[in-house]
């Protein structure tokens, strides 16, 4: 049994989706995973946020860590179970990242993140991790139009309402919990060729799509066995 061990609110998320070859993700994908694809494609995202009052549930958000925090993922199943695969993890926090790394095995660097909000937003995250190249991302983006709800079997649910996270590398899984999301089209001017590069997958060839959400609620479990 397994119990919630962090939560904290997901503002400003930013997701930047493109779609890619499955076979450029066998290399970078565990051959204890499958690829979860829609409609025959994979993709993969990077979602673009700022985690606010992170903590331990029953405490007040007083103690909570606020930090921004880019991730890099892709799409997965175990057997039934989807998920996702995080290829990469930046975030403005070297606790986050140290902590994020010893209980859950997650592959977090620490990076100078810069979040600016207003008429257009920006993100511009440098990773300077200890022994790492300088991972780039960069976004300019205005939200458009209304905040919908995805429907069940659509692209953006298929892409946003996952509930797992994997670590086999680790042995290790994770439930993880949130609000439906609410998406808003965005239009954006984006850079993350560099990650892309560190993951060994190709530069994208196509225009990415782009939702926004101002903010969900989120708590992740304590992590599990991987059977």
């Known amino acids: 049994?397994?119990?919630r061990a962090l939560r904290f609110t997901w503002r400003d998320c930013l997701f930047v989706h493109?779609?890619?070859e499955s076979a450029a993700l066998d290399g970078a994908i565990p051959d204890s995973l499958a690829l979860d694809t829609h409609d025959g494609r994979a993709w993969v995202s990077v979602l673009a946020s700022t985690i606010e009052n992170?903590?331990?549930p029953g405490t007040p958000g007083v103690v909570g860590m606020t930090f921004p925090q880019i991730n890099f993922r892709t799409y997965v199943r175990l057997g039934n179970a989807p998920g996702v695969y995080f290829l990469s993890l930046d975030t403005g926090s070297r606790i986050?990242?140290?902590v994020a790394r010893l209980l859950y095995h997650?592959?977090?660097y620490y990076a100078d993140i810069v979040s600016e909000t207003?008429?257009?937003?920006?993100?511009l995250s440098r990773r300077v991790h200890p022994d790492t190249l300088p991972v780039e991302f960069e976004a300019t983006y205005r939200p458009e139009g209304p905040a919908t709800t995805p429907d069940h079997g659509t692209l953006d649910y298929f892409l946003t309402?996952?509930?797992r996270l994997f670590v086999p590398q680790a042995g290790m899984?994770?439930?993880?919990e949130h609000d439906p999301w609410t998406l808003q089209r965005a239009a954006a001017d984006v850079r993350a060729d560099s990650l892309f590069e560190a993951s060994s997958l190709p530069e994208p060839e196509t225009e990415p799509r782009v939702r926004y959400c101002p903010k969900t609620e989120f708590h992740v479990h304590t992590p599990t066995r991987l059977d």
């Open 118 to 123: 207003g008429t257009e937003n920006r993100v």
């Open 161 to 163: 309402e996952r509930y």
């Open 106 to 108: 997650l592959p977090y």
């Open 173 to 176: 899984t994770a439930r993880v």
């Open 96 to 98: 986050a990242a140290r």
């Open 54 to 56: 992170a903590r331990i």
């Open 1 to 3: 049994m397994t119990v």
């Open 18 to 20: 493109w779609p890619v």
